[in-house]
Nanobody
Framework: QVQLVESGGGLVQPGGSLRLSCEASGGIFSIIAMGWYRQAPGKQREQVAT???????NYADSVKGRFTISSDNAKKTVFLQMNSLKPDDTAVYYC?????????????WGQGTQVTVSS
């Protein structure tokens, strides 16, 4: 059974930093891409950053220059380094994986981790 488990959320002051981690486990044959999405109260879930196994990255305009996505393919883990955090970054952050198990390719989601940026 595939699981994505996030960690690293919390409360931080504006201008501060946090690092999120997400580890995928459970019968994964290969990873096509992984990424981070977020959902603030009353808003739709939006893509934050994605990374392919080849290292190609994509960022939302709102986080370019502040957030960095990286991965450790051997450990099936993706990271999101968030710097210069703003109150508008407050949201539940979800890990996303485009993964292949034997015979099946599908999208998986983590349970989410809360990030709150407030003084």
């Amino acid at each position: 059974q595939v699981q994505l488990v996030e960690s690293g959320g919390g409360l931080v002051q504006p201008g501060g930093s946090l690092r999120l981690s997400c580890e995928a486990s459970g019968g994964i044959f290969s990873i096509i891409a992984m990424g981070w999405y977020r959902q603030a109260p009353g808003k739709q879930r939006e893509q934050v950053a994605t990374i392919t196994t080849g290292g190609r990255t994509n960022y939302a305009d709102s986080v370019k220059g502040r957030f960095t996505i990286s991965s450790d393919n051997a450990k099936k883990t993706v990271f999101l380094q968030m710097n210069s955090l703003k109150p508008d970054d407050t949201a539940v952050y979800y890990c996303n994986g485009d993964l292949r198990t034997p015979g099946v390719r599908r999208i998986y989601w983590g349970q989410g981790t809360q990030v709150t940026v407030s003084s």
